[in-house]
């Protein structure tokens, strides 16, 4: 069955310190992996996805097959990225399918 | 406003009665997915529909029921609602059917008493 976790509900850093939001995932087949954030009083929207190998906002996630783990990080926190993050899996029985989330508190 | 739209956007009713919620998508887009968020369950799969057709069916209970019409629109039908279903109900839309990127509406917030 599909499965995303995300181990961690809070994590709070300190401005500039780097940062890393833990996701895994259970799928056997080759799915594509998404990050999601919500800024607050936003909407839910597209961090990342593993395909375009992007770094957005200066956030990167890299697709670990073998540990199936796709986990965000960014080297140096900024205040404005506290936030809901939601890792996200998308395979070919259009199941997409979301973590628990993890709320990410940036302190000055 | 273009994006996906959701109404009402906020629902307060009584044990045992009806609901339905209802979803824009963004123009263009022909998938309808739609999530329930309870306090730390996260975004719990649903449904999707696909210009009209079922397309995946995650934990939805028998007593919820979706559609999703000619002009695209969706809606999602909560019966003999319990004090559980209180939840923040979010439709999202997308181009494509498989995969790729959604598209949230603000949800709807349900409060059953």
């Known amino acids: 069955a599909q499965r995303v976790t995300q181990p961690e509900k809070l994590l709070s850093v300190f401005k500039g310190a780097p940062v890393e939001l833990k996701c895994n995932y259970s799928?056997?087949?080759?799915?594509?992996l998404f990050w999601y954030v919500q800024y607050s009083r936003q909407r839910l929207q597209l961090l990342l996805r593993h395909i375009s190998r992007e770094s957005i906002k200066g956030f990167t996630a890299d697709l670990n097959k073998g540990e199936t783990s796709f986990h965000l990080k960014k080297p140096f926190a900024q205040e404005e990225d506290s936030a809901m993050y939601y890792c996200a899996l998308s395979s070919g029985t259009y199941k997409y399918i979301f973590g628990t989330g993890t709320r990410l508190k940036v302190l000055a | 406003d273009s994006g996906v739209t959701q109404t009402p956007k906020h629902l307060i009713t009584a044990t045992g009665q009806r609901v339905t919620l209802r979803c824009s998508p963004r123009s263009g887009d022909l998938s309808v997915y739609w999530y329930q968020q309870s306090l730390d369950q996260g975004l719990q799969f649903l449904i999707q529909y696909y210009n009209g057709e079922e397309r995946a069916k995650g934990n939805i209970l028998e007593r919820f029921s979706a559609q999703q019409f000619p002009d695209l629109h969706s809606e999602l039908n909560l019966s003999s609602l319990e004090l559980g279903d209180s939840a923040l109900y979010f439709c999202?839309?997308?181009?494509?059917?498989?995969?790729?990127?959604?598209?949230f509406g603000e949800g709807s917030r349900l409060t059953v008493l």
């Open positions: 799928y056997s087949g080759s799915p594509e």
């Open positions: 999202a839309s997308s181009v494509s059917s498989v995969t790729g990127e959604l598209f």
